[in-house]
């Protein structure tokens, strides 16, 4: 039976049509009924509960993934779900595991780097979880130096093998996730030896475990790393170490679309750059991308519905207290971080797009845009990962004390994201990369070079150095035209300015090095000057449902402008914004967020999260906090008995120690 909506009266006050918002959001009707569905299917069946996950020890935790894994393959076999049904239901597990890594990365490295024989003999093996794999780049020593890898790879040519070897501690595969205890293969990156030359990293189908009794192959040694960040959170996972001695496999077994290796150990280079064995890289940092956005929209559902059920202060007359989401600051905290979930959303569908098209034209050899789909994929992981990790510790904070309970599911959401921002490239690391793209873009202008795509705006490099921002009141920052143009202005500026820094060094890498703070700095405009013009370009398209475009645009203004204020050194050192316009920009954000105000539960109901897949107490669908918090709080372990274990021994002899000292 259904209980009583204690958030009803919020969900009176919505001015849009949320079920039309529903469908934006998911990016489709048909991503939404997909999504819903798998979602339900997941939430009513018993066996994936998350209930006190957080309370179990390392290895009742992981085999209960296992468990959790083997019956959603079950499952997904049972109902004959598709690829992407499938990919549905995994996610709304909610569980990290090794099939994240199997299917996530496994399957797009030899998809991606594979010729066609070996897209032909794995791939069934993979589909059918014949065989279980995982992505086995980093080492101990080694992870965003991928050219500093030591694993090596030497072709014998006596038995048209290579060997595969560990030369030193250091060289140790060290973080593949799955690879601790579940994997029978990996794709192992190794330098690639043959009649005694170097030809960089490349990667390998290695088997890592006997598919009969699970042991390791002899010359394998292999576990898992330990214990990381959080209770139960990404401790699911079995992150391994791994260690070769001397494992021959065939040479068919070197995936080798960008170079192959003959019979007489020659290496033969096919028409495709080498960048292309960092694909898998680029295909995993555009999903993370739009994962990003679901993250985030999980603490800030959790944020915004408790901010509505919680009252502190001003009660008049013995009146009701005021919801702390009618506080400005609180407002001016959550407001931003809804509408960041958004502009997610839509800067990782236009990511999608611009992965699938590079993909066919890889396809049909045109390699054009692989630097700037580096580029965007790069920045991209980096913004939204950080601003998510950053943005559910603030919706921690902005739940009070009870954001603080693993019952609020906020502990245990940053505990699993966080490693977001270093996995897959660190953040800075991916900055750098956007650097070195702006930086060459910019100084490829004096030669005529028309910059394209998210860069185009580079061409215009005159005009934005001289604009001047054309707002005299509030309501010109509701402007398209304005809003690009100042980030267009400000970001340019930077990458100009910092490119003329980079023009007094001699030596180039010097100067990147000395400079690097300061151009990553140009990178985090330059990123977020794309995100606000995705989230632009969304708003030009036909938007069907009452208000929910009205709803978009102030969400999307909320987006620009908050960056406005945060970054104002910026603006306004490169003289983008007078300091009366960015005081203008404060006003109408102060005015966005009492737009937003009303809608603002409805805003996060359109996520369509169920209350199993959210996993908090504080963010469930009908605002029933308290009598839950309450009873959540008896469920804990120590609450088993009135007197805990350990008094007799420990606490009583205390107390009449106490009471000895006391008497004399
Ligand atoms: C619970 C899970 C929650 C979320 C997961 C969500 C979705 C994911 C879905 C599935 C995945 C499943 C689980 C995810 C969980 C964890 C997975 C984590 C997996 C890993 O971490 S794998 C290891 C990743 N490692 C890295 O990212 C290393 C980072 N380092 C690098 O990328 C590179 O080494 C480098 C780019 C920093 C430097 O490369 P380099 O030494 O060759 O140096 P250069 O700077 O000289 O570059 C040369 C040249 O190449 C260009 N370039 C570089 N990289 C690329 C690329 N990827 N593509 C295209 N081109 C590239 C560069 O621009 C230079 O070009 P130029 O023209 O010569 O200037
Ligand atoms: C949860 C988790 C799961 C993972 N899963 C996998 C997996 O499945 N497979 C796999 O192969 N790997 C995996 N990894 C490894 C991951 O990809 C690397 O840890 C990551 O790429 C960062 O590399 P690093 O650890 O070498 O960091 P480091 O490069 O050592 O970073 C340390 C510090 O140095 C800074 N730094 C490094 N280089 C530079 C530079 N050039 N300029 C300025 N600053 C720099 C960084 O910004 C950082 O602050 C995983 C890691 C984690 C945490």
New binding site residues.
């Given amino acids: 039976m259904k209980g009583v909506d204690h958030l009803a009266h919020e969900r009176n006050k919505t001015e849009f049509d949320v079920d039309a918002m529903k469908i934006v959001w998911a990016g489709s009707r048909h991503a939404f009924e997909l999504s819903d569905r798998m979602a339900r299917l997941v939430a009513s069946d018993p066996a994936f509960q998350k209930d006190g996950r957080i309370r179990l020890g390392r290895k009742e935790l992981f085999k209960n993934t296992l468990r959790k894994a083997a019956h959603a393959w079950k499952r997904i076999l049972e109902l004959h779900l598709t690829e992407e049904e499938a990919g549905w239901l995994r996610n709304f597990v909610d569980e990290?595991s090794f099939t994240?890594?199997h299917?996530?990365?496994f399957v797009p490295a030899i998809k991606g780097q594979g010729t066609d024989e070996q897209q032909q003999k794995w791939l069934p093996l993979a589909y059918k979880m014949q065989i279980i794999g995982s992505?086995a780049?980093?080492e101990l020593g080694h992870?965003?130096?991928?050219?500093g890898l030591e694993t090596t790879a030497t072709f014998d040519p006596e038995t048209d093998e290579f060997v595969i070897h560990s030369p030193t501690l250091t060289s140790s595969k060290w973080?593949?996730?799955g690879l601790g205890k579940v994997s029978t293969h990996a794709i192992v990156y190794a330098r690639l030896i043959t009649n005694g030359q170097e030809h960089g990293v490349h990667g390998f189908i290695v088997q890592l475990r006997s598919l009969d009794d699970h042991m390791p192959i002899p010359g394998i040694t292999i576990g898992d790393i330990g214990m990381k960040f959080g209770n139960g959170a990404?401790n699911t996972m079995d992150n391994g170490v791994l260690t070769f001695d001397h494992i021959r496999i065939p040479r068919n077994q070197m995936l080798m679309r960008v170079l192959q290796v003959t019979r007489e150990g020659k290496c033969v280079k096919s028409n495709v750059p080498r960048?292309l064995i960092?694909?898998t890289?680029?295909f995993?940092r555009q999903?993370?991308v739009a994962?990003a956005s679901t993250a985030l929209a999980r603490a800030v559902c959790i944020a915004t519905r408790y901010s509505a059920v919680r009252r502190q202060f001003g009660s008049q007359d013995g009146g009701m207290e005021t919801q702390v989401i009618d506080y400005k600051t609180q407002q001016s905290r959550l407001f931003p971080l809804l509408a960041s979930a958004y502009a997610f959303r839509f800067v990782g569908e236009w990511l999608k797009w611009l992965y699938t098209d590079v993909t066919q034209r890889l396809q049909a050899n045109d390699f054009s845009i692989?630097?700037e789909?580096?580029a965007c994929t790069?920045g991209l992981k980096s913004l939204t990962t950080t601003a998510t990790a950053d943005a559910i510790e603030e919706c921690r904070k902005l739940c009070g004390g009870h954001g603080y309970l693993c019952a609020s599911g906020l502990p245990e959401l940053f505990a699993?994201?966080v490693p977001?921002c270093t996995?897959?490239?660190?953040n800075v690391?991916?900055l750098l990369?956007v650097a070195?793209?702006l930086m060459?873009t910019v100084s490829q202008l004096g030669s005529g070079k028309k910059p394209v795509g998210t860069t185009a705006y580079l061409g215009r490099v005159q005009d934005l150095l001289q604009c001047c921002c054309d707002v005299q009141t509030a309501e010109d920052w509701l402007k398209p035209s304005v809003v690009l143009e100042a980030f267009e202005a400000r970001s340019a500026r930077m990458c100009v300015a910092r490119a003329q820094n980079l023009s007094k060094f001699e030596n180039p890498e010097d100067g990147f090095a000395e400079l690097s703070a300061d151009l990553v700095e140009a990178s985090v405009a330059h990123c977020q000057l794309i995100v606000v013009s995705k989230f632009i370009d969304k708003l030009q398209q036909d938007i069907p449902g009452k208000g929910v475009n009205r709803q978009l645009q102030n969400l999307c203004y909320i987006y620009a402008l908050n960056l406005l204020h945060k970054y104002l050194g910026d603006f306004l050192s490169t003289g983008c914004i007078t300091p009366k316009q960015a005081s203008l920009a404060n006003d109408q954000l102060r005015s966005l967020y009492s737009q937003i105000r009303p809608n603002a539960i409805a805003l996060v109901d359109a996520f369509n999260y169920t209350d199993h897949y959210l996993g908090s107490v504080l963010g469930r669908y009908d605002g029933n906090v308290y009598p839950k918090l309450y009873e959540e709080a008896w469920k804990d372990p120590l609450n088993d008995s009135v007197v805990p274990d350990g008094y007799h021994e420990y606490i009583h002899p205390m107390l009449k120690q106490q009471l000895r000292n006391a008497r004399l």
């Fill in positions: 990290p994240d890594l299917w996530g990365m992505y780049q980093t992870g965003s130096n991928v050219q973080w593949p996730g990404y960048q960092y694909g890289m680029v995993v999903t993370i994962d692989l630097p789909a580096h790069a699993v994201y977001a996995y897959e490239g660190d690391v991916l990369q070195r793209f060459k």
